[in-house]
């Protein structure tokens, strides 16, 4: 049996030469600390409407302790949370929704293929196939040593930033009464 195409031809990126590394990805995604999934950007073509990022999994991940004790396995959700940043990345930064970052609307198709484990670098690759007013589309497949070990459809809808200053800002203003 053949093996399903990639999204992205691998010939047309180089994972040691990052077009977007963590501090260029800041600017675009608002997710830190442990939430932060995305390592780096090695391919980004509006033109084609794809990008490439990966993920580098270590044994200091939040999950490791928790999930498998002596066999850690990373949760399938993370793994969706690692293409949501990299199709938010790319909203974000080519302005497909003004004024807003992205949140999480849904998953369609999604399938798990293989285990992701410390010390494996997850290639994600994303294809944008829609998006609207409200909702943004598109194509994801995780990639661990040239197997596929996730793939599905993600879907986003922007969250206008003054909605989410404003937000702060009603929070600031209750915590100091």
Known sequence: MAKKPLLVDPSL???????????EIRK??????????????????????KCVGYKDMTENEFWVRG??????????????EVAAQLASYFTTKHQMFENAVMGFA???EVKFRGMVRPGDRVVVQCEALKWRK????????????????????IKGSPLPLQHLAAAEQAKAQSTER
């Open 13 to 23: 990126y180089d994972l040691d030469r990052p077009v977007a590394t963590l501090e």
């Open 28 to 49: 675009y995604n608002s997710q830190r600390y442990e939430m932060e999934q995305l390592t780096a950007v090695v391919y980004d073509d509006f033109d084609t409407l």
């Open 67 to 80: 999930h498998m004790p002596d066999f850690p396995l990373t949760p399938g959700v993370v793994l969706v």
């Open 106 to 108: 849904g998953l369609e």
């Open 134 to 153: 409200i909702i943004f589309t598109a194509r994801f497949m995780c990639v661990v040593n040239d197997e596929i070990v996730c793939e599905g459809i």
